[in-house]
């Protein structure tokens, strides 16, 4: 019984003495100005609904709110999203046709004007719904959707055409900014130029090309936060610059993710003062072909350049010089919709026998009369990753006797190469926001499904087995038609080649904190929950 | 003399216009057009439609032959259009952008006009000495490296040596703020890009300065002057040094001049916001409106330089003043 | 730019100043080792470098393109000298290949530009007038021109590639040569001696290649050397662009924007050799450019 108490009276010591340490780790302080990088050059606008890049979002995120999220308190979830300014994310009704959101009471835009359903109905019309002349680049997400109600001034109804788990992921998309109901009434392009949002953050100006800048909302709905009195987000496209801006403390972090070098450097410079942390990312390099140009017409040619690929000891390799680490199919390996390594294994390109690989892919191109082929490999001029993939894809194709020469091109004359199907073969990658298979892998259906897909084929039976899967309600069915979709898409006919998925590491002064990493640099960048440790 | 003026005054017009034209033609020669870079930019697709209407929106679609008209209308009537990029006015892209590339240009120059005039001084005085030797080897080195190597090692031994001495690693700011704001804070932003482009500035006015020494001290007033029994240090600052520094005044001048469209490569490696990014940027995007302004810009001031370079010469050499 | 009043010189100015009787052109050549010591070492550097580049098959110890994964990012041992870059590519082998693309850069940017500038400079002087003036402004223009628009525009145009770079390189060589080359062509166009040929009927193809270019040859031939370091700059700043060379292609300048900046604390030798390469052969060139300078023009000579 003595030695009892006597445990517990140590144990109960041992928290009390743990126990500021405890509290001092967890308890955020309030105050100072973050001072991050953004990886980009300025972007056109801070209009979410129009634009796709990082550069506008991590700019301007924390100026907004949205209807629906990540869960920032877990945000490397695929299936966890949260309100933010709804009260909870509601289980459809109707067969899944019927989504009832309840907005929030008592939230404010920064100038003043309470935010309604019919704000969020507004907004989401001018993205599912663009007035003519407005530019909407994701609406083909949201093409199950029929019509947006809001019947009062608290509730707002979405209607499907059909029931799909694509619905909640696509809501949860960060640029999807909630906007003032009376602004895009009086002008759609209104937030081309003008900020103005109900998020944690209020703007104070803009440095053309240089930085932006914010300072808290005091009338957050969300109370006690943000923690940071503001933030200054300076443009920085180049990655040295960078790099030695955290390294002498100019900058506390870059949102987007450093290659392994940089954080070698940054480890070997800060020691303790750097936190690492590092996630699996929604982005994959892959190889397109132009279906139309020989000898790319042909299957066995396709087949034979991803069978010479190898994929296992490649990433191994390149992870250690470049943004790359999962050998993955093209589902997100983090999702329960994708391949296990058994199911990798069989396909063609990841088989882990590589001579009988590259034996079967020669064999292949001496059958189709391609044997010594040469091309020309269509690369976009941009660093991290895709030169360096680019010269490992080279490498791996001459060990099958193939002789490939790169064309790096700047992004106009790229993109244009790519509508005008003038290239053979084209080095690229899908990049998405919140991981959604099943609209992620929208991109390999042919162009008249998805007009990005400038393959030049046509496939109907793949067509068909996307529908399928999109509006399959059977987990398990659903997974075997995707296994099905994958095999069609990078096996057999083989249109395109998946080759390996990035990976995202953020270094960061230690003294950040509240921030968590997540598949995708497009998650999580409202910065309310951030605080500085100093 | 005036009508010289005159002759070269008029003669910018055709010069501007010409440049006008070929950056037109140019970038309408690149395929692709900025609004594949704005939908398509980001890894989004986009449909037909929305290109369609991008097209309408900037008025790319529209023939040549009225861009072109449009265009020259606007450089008469100075109004030089909104970018294609952000809808925001030419001028006030440009004009935000335009002082730091000034500032480290000027910078340059001055560092390089306080080392290289001595120096070259000193180099031709001494001809063929040891100091001779050094001063030119340290100014063929500084013609034969890479300015953007440069840049990156002098940023690295910076961050290594106040690392080492200090404990804390030191670099300069990665955002600008004027420099009547907060004078420090701007010349530490300025001060190692402005060393950088100056040593190869400097370069090239030592070795110029050296070679009109020179020559200078090789004229017969010269050799009459020390007969006279002049002291050499008058001999030169009164005589020499006057004589020499027309050559060297044109081509710190001329350098000057061309400075502008050569910070390109300095401004991107320290991440400066200035006119040589901007063009980087303008030509990437493919924004018609503003790559144009730009060319206009870098040649009108080259072009305005140089004319003043000119005339200077022409003022001071009296053979053609008198002409 | 000097513009140097013009001196009827040329090689027969070495001639003149050594003896009286002419001499062969090793004897020449050897006189003017001994007489500019810099000249030789410049000679020297460019030697080393240009005969690297030739015989790079032979002499280098690995494949230029040759990815190892299993020694990425070795400082210099026994089995790579100069160690290798983060793809395990040797970097010594990378260098004396890369000698080769620099020579063959340089080499044909400068004669190209060259030649082409002495064409229109030397056509621009002699026939004088309306040519003249709209000659100048073209030539005003491009050199006015920003290269980097240029640059940009010609590798979204024509895409990347050796000619490519060689193409961008040289369109701004043209015009600076031009410019230099009107100015000692002008002097010489008053001299009698052009007169008189144009009086006893000579075309202007004779003149113009048998008086006038022979006579602008001495800062022309300074002129191509400068060239030559000039342009293996603006390769390595392309490069740094991205608008230079490809990869896999071994050229110092992509070498310098590949590892520089990303491997620069932690494998410093990626950056560091390909920039010393740079350095040393355009010193070079400029050390042996100097003294040919000083030998061509003498009022630069020593006493």
């Known amino acids: 019984m003595q030695s009892g108490l006597r445990f517990w009276a140590a144990g109960f010591a041992v928290l009390l003495a743990a126990a500021p340490t405890i509290a001092a780790e967890t308890a955020p302080k309030r105050g100072g100005t973050l001072t991050y990088m953004i990886p980009a050059d300025a972007p056109p606008s801070f209009d979410g609904h129009r634009e796709g890049t990082f550069a506008t979002l991590h700019a301007a995120a924390p100026f907004y709110s949205v209807l629906i999220r990540v869960n920032p308190e877990n945000p490397s979830s695929t299936t966890d999203f949260a309100c933010d300014v709804c009260t909870e994310v509601p289980k459809p009704t109707n067969e899944g046709r019927t989504y009832t959101f309840k907005i929030r009471d008592g939230i404010k835009f920064h100038d003043g004007s309470p935010l309604t359903a019919y704000d969020v109905k507004a907004s989401w019309e001018h993205i599912i719904f663009p007035p003519e002349g407005v530019l909407s680049p994701r609406r083909s997400w949201y093409t199950m959707v029929d019509r947006i109600e809001a019947p009062d001034p608290a509730t707002v109804v979405f209607r499907l055409k059909f029931g799909t788990s694509a619905f909640i992921p696509a809501l949860a998309d960060p ?24 998020g944690p953050f209020k703007f104070v100006a803009y440095e053309t090309g240089q930085a932006i800048k914010g300072v808290r909302n005091p009338d957050y709905y969300r109370k006690g936060l943000p923690y940071l009195d503001g933030f200054h987000g300076i443009y920085a496209a180049k990655q040295a610059t960078r790099i030695d801006a955290i390294r ?48 790319f017409d042909d299957a066995r040619v396709r087949r034979a350049l991803t069978l010479a690929i190898d994929r296992w000891h490649g990433a191994q390799a390149l992870s250690k010089i470049a943004n790359v680490r999962t050998v993955g199919g093209i589902v997100f390996p983090g999702s329960p919709l994708a391949a296990t390594k058994e199911e990798l294994e069989q396909i063609a390109g990841y ?10 892919a020669k064999r292949l191109l001496k059958e189709a009369g391609a044997e010594g082929l040469s091309f020309e490999l269509l690369v976009r001029a941009v660093d991290q990753p895709y030169k360096t993939v680019g010269i490992w894809l080279v490498d791996e ?138 | 003399m005036y009508r010289y003026i005159i002759n070269r005054v008029l003669l910018v017009f055709p010069t501007l216009a010409g440049a006008a034209t070929l950056v037109f033609i140019l970038m309408r020669l690149v395929p692709g057009d900025i609004c594949l870079v704005r939908l398509g930019g980001g890894g ?77 001084t000193i180099s031709a005085l001494k001809q063929n000495t040891w100091i001779d030797l050094a001063v030119r080897s340290f100014s063929i080195a500084g013609l034969a490296t890479p300015s953007f190597w440069l840049g990156i090692m002098s940023i690295l031994i910076v961050l290594d040596v106040t690392q080492a001495l200090t404990g804390t690693p030191w670099m300069p700011p990665i955002d600008y703020v004027p420099l009547w704001q907060d004078p420090i804070r701007n010349l530490s932003m300025v001060m190692l890009p402005a060393i950088t482009i100056g040593y190869r500035y400097a370069a090239v006015s030592m070795r110029m300065t050296r070679s009109a020494m020179l020559e200078v001290l090789r004229e017969d007033y010269i050799r009459t002057a020390r007969a006279k029994g002049l002291i050499n240090r008058l001999v030169i600052n009164r005589h020499a040094l006057k004589n020499a520094l027309l050559p060297v005044v044109t081509v710190i001048g001329i350098e000057f001049a061309f400075l502008l469209g050569g910070l390109v490569v300095t401004e991107q490696v320290f991440n400066l916001n200035g006119i040589g990014r901007l063009m980087v940027l303008s030509v990437q995007n493919q924004d018609y409106t503003l790559t144009q302004a730009l060319v206009i810009l870098v040649v009108a001031f080259a072009i305005l330089v140089n004319l003043l370079v000119d005339l200077l010469y022409a003022w001071f050499d009296p053979r053609i003043r008198l002409a | 730019m000097t513009v140097a009043a013009p001196t009827p010189t040329g090689i027969s100015a070495l001639a003149d100043d050594y003896s009286l009787a002419p001499r062969g052109i090793f004897a020449i050549s050897y006189d003017f080792l001994r007489r500019q010591p810099i000249g030789a070492i410049g000679i020297v550097l460019v030697l080393i470098f240009g005969l690297a580049g030739i015989f790079a098959d032979w002499i280098a110890p690995y494949s230029p393109t040759a990815n190892d994964f299993a020694v990425m990012t070795e ?7 100069l160690g290798t ?33 002495l064409v229109i400079g030397v056509s ?22 920003p290269l980097i628009i240029m640059a940009l525009a010609v590798v979204s145009i024509f895409g990347t590639g050796l000619q490519n770079v060689i193409m961008a390189i040289t369109i701004p060589l043209i015009p600076r040569c031009a410019r230099i080359v009107r100015s000692s062509a002008l002097a010489i166009r008053e001299v009698p001696y052009v007169d008189a040929a144009r009086a006893l009927g000579y075309g202007h193809m004779r003149i113009i290649l048998c008086h006038m270019v022979p006579n602008v040859m001495g800062p022309f031939l300074v002129i191509i050397t400068a060239f030559v370091g000039q342009a293996i700059l603006a390769e390595a700043a392309l490069s740094y662009l991205g608008l230079g060379v490809q990869e896999p292609v071994p050229a110092w300048g992509l070498m310098l924007q590949g590892g520089a900046e990303e491997y620069a604390t932690t494998a410093p030798w990626i950056a560091v050799f390909p920039g010393l390469a740079i350095m040393l052969t355009v010193f070079g060139i400029n050390l042996f450019g100097d003294s040919l300078r000083d030998v061509l023009d003498p009022k630069l000579r020593d006493r």
């Open chain 1, 397 to 534: 194709w001459s060990k099958v006797g193939l002789k490939v020469t790169q064309r790096v091109v700047p992004t106009g004359p790229y993109l244009e190469s790519q509508r005008s199907g003038n290239f053979e073969v084209y080095s690229g990658a899908n990049c998405h926001g919140v991981p959604n298979p099943l609209l992620d892998v929208q991109p390999y259906l042919p162009k008249s499904y998805y007009t990005g897909n400038y393959g030049n084929f046509e496939d109907p039976q793949l067509v068909a087995t996307y529908e399928k899967m999109l509006r399959e309600t059977d987990f398990a069915k659903q997974r075997a038609l995707m296994r099905d979709f994958e095999k069609t898409v990078i096996d057999g006919p083989t249109h395109t080649l998946y080759l390996l998925w990035w990976y995202r590491i953020v270094p960061h002064q230690s003294y950040v904190k509240g921030w968590k990493i997540s598949p995708s640099h497009y998650i999580n960048q409202d910065l309310a929950m951030v605080w500085l440790d100093k």
């Open chain 3, 124 to 145: 621009s002087a002699y026939f004088g007038g309306q040519i003249d003036l709209w000659l100048q402004r073209v030539v005003d223009i491009v050199i006015a021109f």
């Open chain 1, 248 to 295: 002498s403390d100019r900058a506390a972090l870059e949102f987007r993710g450093l290659a392994p070098a940089g954080r070698e450097e940054l480890v070997k410079a800060l020691g303790d003062k750097l936190t690492v942390q590092a996630s699996d990312w929604n982005c994959g390099s892959l190889v397109q072909f132009n279906h139309k140009k020989k000898p």
């Open chain 1, 351 to 360: 088989w882990p026998d590589l001579a009988k690989s590259r034996t079967e």
């Open chain 2, 44 to 120: 989004t697709s986009f449909t037909a439609q929305a290109l369609a209407t991008c097209h309408a929106e900037i008025g790319i679609n529209e023939p040549w032959i009225l861009q072109y008209l449009n265009f020259l209308w606007g450089l008469v009537s100075f109004d030089f259009g909104n970018s294609m990029w952000s809808g925001k006015p030419v001028i006030v892209e440009i004009a935000t952008r335009f002082p730091i590339s000034l500032e480290v240009g000027l910078l340059a120059m001055i560092l390089s006009v306080a080392i290289a005039i001595p120096l070259g």
């Open chain 3, 85 to 117: 870059d983060q793809l395990g590519r040797d970097l010594l082998s990378r260098i004396l290949f890369g000698a080769r693309t620099a020579f063959i850069v340089g080499l044909t940017a400068a004669l190209l530009g060259g030649f082409s500038g």
């Open chain 3, 75 to 81: 400082a210099p041992n026994w089995a790579h000298w």
């Open chain 1, 175 to 198: 640029f999807t900014f909630i906007y003032q109901k009376a602004n895009l009434d009086k002008d759609p392009h209104w937030y081309e130029k003008n900020i103005m949002g109900s």
